[in-house]
């Protein structure tokens, strides 16, 4: 079945053959992608090093990321770890020998930024442990849904660092100032259960069932309007970017765009007909 | 430790000191129950203690001892000792069978309350010990003993530091069984390997029910929902339905 041309004019051009095709013939070797109806998902694949964020794994995830985002089908995306860790952050025999004028040149910590700009929400799932970087990826997701038995925190100041891929802004952002100082001062790493009572994560649920609820949740959103969605997702993210009059402004101007949008007639048409809607995503 | 049948007997060896534990002991203690956690051939444990007692808590001779080269921390004492002892034994999801040979005093006396049956000796006592020295009651004491002795009772021996004999044990229904000592291994040995042979809904089954002590009742409703999922989805469900339909004893694994 083919999408390309004007049958489906909200899909990307890309036909379900290269689609399929295309994601599963590329040889990934820190990450595993699958499929599953309207949402992708991404598993970090590096068991040996605890999922480590080299920079292999690093640009895989990112082609993975950019590639479901160009995947008209897919609505949502998780990325996960395996049950006993979710990324311990990132390589430090690759780091330890970085110099200055490298780091800056190879930007590696610039693609944490780079999932801002998926229109599309990124559910991180996390289990086992989430630490510095990897609590850094997780954080740059959009919600996060962790296993009981998880653990999160900043162990970078363990090694003469301390979070350079977004954990002090955040961290901060997300437990306030007093919780982040003393996490990322003592590296000292907090459970799930707390993490959910700081604001950290979005939802705990007993071990098995982590990536279950992953799942579940990105189905739920995938059946919204994806152009909602994605208007959304860029009005939250805004919040943390600009006053709250500004912040409102942006808000509300999408708002009133949105007024004009398919999915918006349909949502509530569907809603005063009392029925499932049927979204576009335009 | 010895580990038969699917059941791992973790036994206490310093009867010399009534089983009275030091820092090293409680870390090879631990360690022995973190190696039980991750084995899923075992599916109970039993812990004992060798000779007449079952335990008579934390070792004071040993920190009369290190107090003459370091200086003693209580609080981190517990931390690295008996506290983690303690949060496996009622966090792990395995039935946890305390065989109360003799005295469980002090951190003894916690260390039985935080498994999740006793099987009592007619001469074992439960010594609360802390107020005789003037310290607090420890070992996870403070959360298992009102819930199941009540908080009278519980404040009464917090007090006093004494004791309740098997036969007070049992009638206040803290004990699952009150034998003879020539009848504890036999009994003992009897339920752990019937929880040996259960369901793996068994450790699900503890987890809810000690996580709802911290719930109001319709989280614990949603905690209930969640927990019956994974117990759904074993083998073991399905065998057990299956036994039950075909009125049979259904045989289960574990998973």
């Given at each position: 079945m083919s999408f390309t041309?004007?049958?489906?004019?909200?899909?990307?051009?890309?036909s379900r053959a290269e689609k399929d095709s295309h994601l599963s013939d590329k040889e990934f070797s820190n990450i595993r992608t699958q499929v599953e109806g309207d949402i992708g998902l991404i598993f970090l694949n590096r068991p040996s090093a605890l999922n480590a964020l080299s920079s292999g794994l690093m640009s895989e995830l990112v082609e993975a990321i950019n590639w479901f985002e160009a995947?008209?089908?897919?609505r949502c995306i998780v990325i996960t770890g395996s049950e006993k860790v979710f990324s311990a952050g990132a390589d430090i025999k690759e780091m330890s020998v970085w110099i200055s004028a490298e780091a800056l040149k190879q930007?590696?910590?610039?693609?944490?930024?780079?999932?801002?700009?998926?229109s599309k929400p990124i559910i991180a799932a996390i289990s086992g442990f989430a630490l510095g970087g990897g609590l850094e990826l997780a954080m740059a997701c959009d919600i996060i849904v962790a296993a009981e038995g998880a653990k999160l925190g900043q162990p970078e100041i363990n090694v003469g660092v301390f979070p350079g891929a977004g954990g002090t802004q955040r961290l901060t952002r997300a437990v306030g100032k007093y919780k982040a100082m003393e996490m990322i001062l003592t590296g000292v790493p907090i459970g799930a259960r707390e993490a959910l009572a700081h604001g950290l994560v979005s939802r705990v649920v007993p071990n098995e069932l982590y990536l279950a609820e992953a799942k579940k949740l990105a189905h739920e959103i995938a059946q919204k309007s994806p152009l909602a969605v994605s208007i959304a997702k860029e009005s939250i993210l805004k919040a943390h970017e600009t006053t709250l009059t500004e912040g409102l402004a942006f808000e509300r101007r999408n708002f009133y765009m949105m007024m004009s949008s398919e999915d918006k007639q349909e949502g509530m048409k569907a809603f005063l007909e009392k029925r499932k809607p049927n979204y576009r995503g335009r | 430790m010895r580990k038969e049948s699917g059941v791992a007997w973790v036994t206490l060896n310093r009867p010399e000191v009534l089983n009275a534990c030091d820092i090293p002991t409680l870390k090879k203690l631990s360690a022995a129950l973190k190696e039980i956690e991750g084995d899923?051939?075992?599916?109970c444990v039993v812990i004992t203690g060798s000779g007449r007692a079952f335990c008579a808590g934390a070792d004071l001779s040993a920190i009369k001892e290190r107090k003459a080269t370091e200086k003693i921390l209580l609080d981190e004492d517990l931390r690295v000792g008996f506290n983690p002892v303690a949060s496996r034994i009622f966090n792990m999801d395995k039935p946890v069978i305390a065989m109360v040979n003799g005295v469980a005093a002090g951190a003894g006396m916690g260390l039985a309350f935080a498994c999740d049956l006793r099987i009592v000796s007619e001469g074992a006592r439960f010594i609360e010990a802390f107020a005789k020295v003037g310290l607090v009651p420890d070992s996870g004491a403070t959360y298992t003993m009102p819930r199941l002795l009540g908080l009278t009772k519980t404040i009464e021996l917090g007090f006093s530091g004494e004791g309740i004999d098997a036969k007070e044990a049992e009638r206040l229904g803290v004990v699952t069984k009150v034998v003879a000592p020539d009848k504890l291994e036999v009994e003992t040995r009897a339920l752990a390997e019937k929880l040996a042979n259960g369901p793996k809904g068994l450790g699900l089954t503890k987890r809810a029910i000690h996580r709802a002590l911290s719930l109001d009742f319709d989280s614990a409703l949603e905690y209930e929902a969640q927990t019956q999922v994974i117990a759904g989805a074993s083998e073991d469900h399905e065998e057990g339905v299956r036994a039950f339909t075909e009125k049979r004893t259904p045989k289960f694994k574990g998973r």
């Open positions: 041309g004007s049958a489906h004019p909200s899909a990307k051009t890309i995947n008209g089908e897919i930007a590696n910590l610039e693609r944490f930024d780079l999932l801002k700009k998926i | 899923q051939s075992i599916r």
